[in-house]
Nanobody, 124 residues
Framework: VQLQASGGGLVQAGGSLRLSCAIS????????VTWFRQAPGKEREFVAGIRWSARHTYYANSVKGRFTISRDNAKPTVYLQMSSLEPEDTAVYYC??????????????????WGQGTLVTVSS
């Protein structure tokens, strides 16, 4: 599986961005495609995930109501629509495939495949 993340950029607080994760290769149906982010000096953290087969979605509390994860199986691509962005959302955003056990979907260690990351900068 190969992942290509794109869509990052510079945006003012309150603005919106849409990230894309283009996927090549086969994803097992019980796996998740998930967005993580890593701010300077901080650990990588879970943002949002979607089950490849069931379309169940999961969000970090910090982004719930502002971010929406979705997928297009035909392309196949996973999107992260980010709205009401805050300076605290500034980070490198990574998409990843893994988390086949429900309890592990938020764990970085549960993911085997990673994209290269795309930088999101939110100015105040």
């Amino acid at each position: 599986v190969q992942l290509q993340a794109s869509g990052g950029g510079l945006v003012q607080a309150g603005g919106s961005l849409r990230l894309s994760c283009a996927i090549s290769g086969r994803i097992p149906s019980n796996y998740a495609v998930t967005w993580f982010r890593q701010a300077p000096g901080k650990e990588r953290e879970f943002v949002a995930g979607i089950r490849w087969s069931a379309r169940h979605t999961y969000y970090a509390n910090s982004v719930k109501g502002r971010f929406t994860i979705s997928r297009d199986n035909a392309k196949p691509t996973v999107y992260l629509q980010m709205s009401s962005l805050e300076p605290e959302d500034t980070a490198v955003y990574y998409c990843a495939v893994g988390g086949n056990i429900l309890s592990t979907i938020r764990l970085v260690s549960a993911y085997n495949y990673w994209g290269q990351g795309t930088l999101v900068t939110v100015s105040s």
